[in-house]
């Protein structure tokens, strides 16, 4: 790359078009989906804790914990009416992973998103890793029969909770949580992608979850950060460029300053078209949130008979649940194979 003063995108750029780059790894999360309508976790007011809140979570993460989707799956299944893959159209982001992937130096895209946005804006599977799962696969949490994505979407648009035909146990997509081990293919292809990598694009993330939050302090090429704020250890090495804001106008800026802006706008338009507005999906998805959530307060309800005591109680051995949590470090991450909170 070339080391002239502080680089820039358009360094960056020049480095991706004449010949220095052929292997760019993209790590990236909620933000690079919020564009096309869907809430990410920890954005203040507008993130899904934040209007999860309303479920009275004893702390927000326990949407994504085990023990707690056994006493209240209603929580996760709401989330998960919210993000079922099918419903949101991909962002101009997405869509210049399918021009990387076009030029031939898409190495890897990891994802931390369970809405396959990536495969929708036509990034070839092999091409993307779910680190944190996602909804192609659904299981009892007590047999491990599976569950087929058909019949639990069929339950989950009847506002139910899918239960095992066999043993009558709760169903749950194969979403990573807190706790679980990522998927075998994370570990299988990272250290292979991350060696390789000559380009590290990191997007959308606020990097608190372990191990992926470590992953792109493990690599030793430049680095681009497209986000609404600092994340992570990015501005330490002098080869970062950050450019702080709305994901998809930095990566307009460099498809452009690449000379690709055209088949970036040509792709993304070709995917939109087959799309609903998001304006209507959410018309539509609000409703049936609205039920859900109208169903577990009244639940919610219904549980404080024995008043504040028991919930306080309930808050309580949770709590201890949590201290239970493996909190991952910047150092323990590398060697932690499940997922944990910074
Ligand atoms: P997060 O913790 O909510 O952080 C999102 C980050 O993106 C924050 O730093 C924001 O500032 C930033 N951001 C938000 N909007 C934009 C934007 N338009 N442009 C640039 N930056 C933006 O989400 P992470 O992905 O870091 O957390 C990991 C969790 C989130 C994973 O386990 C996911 O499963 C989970 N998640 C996924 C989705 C999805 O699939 N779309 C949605 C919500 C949460």
Redesign the pocket.
């Known amino acids: 790359m070339p080391s002239n003063g502080k680089p820039d995108l358009s360094t960056m750029a020049d480095y991706i078009t004449k010949g220095g780059v052929s292997s760019v790894v993209v790590m990236?999360?909620?933000?690079?989906?919020?564009?096309?309508g869907?809430?990410?976790?920890?954005?203040p007011k507008t993130?899904?804790?934040h209007n999860l809140s309303r479920l009275k979570l004893p702390y927000a993460e326990a949407v994504?914990d085990i023990d707690y989707f056994r006493k209240q799956p209603e929580a996760f299944y709401t989330?998960a009416q919210?993000?079922y893959p099918g419903k949101f159209k991909p962002?101009l982001?997405h869509s210049f992973l399918k021009v990387l992937e076009e030029k031939g130096i898409l190495r890897r895209v990891y994802?931390?998103?369970?809405?396959?946005?990536e495969e929708i804006a036509g990034v070839e599977a092999d091409k993307v890793v779910y680190?944190?799962g996602s909804f192609a696969e659904n299981h009892c949490i007590d047999c491990h029969a599976e569950m087929s994505k058909e019949d639990l979407r069929e339950i989950m648009e009847k506002d139910d909770i899918p239960r095992c035909k066999k043993c009558k146990g709760l169903v749950k997509p194969d979403?990573?949580f807190f706790g679980e081990n990522l998927p075998a293919r994370f570990f299988k292809l990272l250290d292979n992608d991350l060696s390789a990598a000559d380009l590290v694009i990191v997007?959308?993330?606020?990097?608190?979850?372990h191990p992926?939050?470590s992953l792109p302090s493990q690599v030793s090429c430049p680095r681009i950060l497209?986000?609404?704020?600092a994340?992570g250890d990015f501005g330490r090495r002098k080869t970062d460029v950050i450019r702080l804001?709305?994901?998809?106008?930095?990566i307009r800026d460099l498809a452009d300053q690449c000379g690709w802006g055209k088949r970036l706008t040509e792709l993304w338009e070709s995917k939109s078209k087959k799309w609903k507005s998001v304006e209507e999906e959410e018309e539509a998805g609000a409703k049936t949130q609205k039920e859900v959530l109208k169903a577990v307060n009244q639940e919610a309800k219904e549980e404080k008979i024995d008043g504040e005591d028991k919930e306080s109680k309930e808050v309580e051995k949770i709590t201890e649940q949590i201290s239970g949590i493996e909190i991952a470090d910047e150092t323990s991450s590398k060697e932690t194979s499940s997922?944990s909170k910074v």
């Open positions: 990236v999360g909620a933000g690079i989906s919020t564009a096309a869907i809430p990410d976790f920890r954005s993130g899904l804790y994504f989330l919210e993000l962002t982001f994802t931390q998103n369970i809405d396959t946005l680190a944190h979403i990573v997007a959308g993330t606020s990097l608190q979850v992926f939050a497209f986000n609404l704020e994340v804001g709305a994901c998809d106008e930095g997922k």
